[in-house]
Nanobody, 124 residues
Framework: QVQLVESGGGLVQAGGSLRLSCAASGRTFSSYAMGWFRQAPGKEREFVAAINWTGGSTYYADFVKGRFTISRDNAKNTVYLQMNVLKPEDTAVYYC?????????????????WGQGTQVTVSS
């Protein structure tokens, strides 16, 4: 069982930056693939970024490429999402997700564990 707790959300102006963190419980964090998803009001939860167990492979949704960076620190059981050049359309609840495995995964149904989410609001 893995418990995930996100933090770092908030209100930011367009063009600004935020860094989200997701702290995971458990001693096997390093063997988990991690992902970030987001859900805006009235929309489906969508994939944002994913990282494999070592942090050596990452994958991004097209709408965040070049602006967001996913990373992980296995010694701290934490995955991060650095978000730069934020846009109003990035406003959403951001969720981190985990599953066992050594590659990265991009589908919602690929993940077994989810955090409670953290709100990101970007004002214009």
């Amino acid at each position: 069982q893995v418990q995930l707790v996100e933090s770092g959300g908030g209100l930011v102006q367009a063009g600004g930056s935020l860094r989200l963190s997701c702290a995971a419980s458990g001693r096997t964090f390093s063997s988990y693939a991690m992902g970030w998803f987001r859900q805006a009001p009235g929309k489906e939860r969508e994939f944002v970024a994913a990282i494999n167990w070592t942090g050596g492979s990452t994958y991004y949704a097209d709408f965040v490429k070049g602006r967001f960076t996913i990373s992980r620190d296995n010694a701290k059981n934490t995955v991060y999402l650095q978000m730069n050049v934020l846009k109003p359309e990035d406003t959403a609840v951001y969720y981190c997700a985990a599953r066992g495995g050594y590659v990265y995964y991009t589908g919602r149904s690929d993940y077994d564990y989810w955090g409670q989410g953290t709100q990101v609001t970007v004002s214009s």
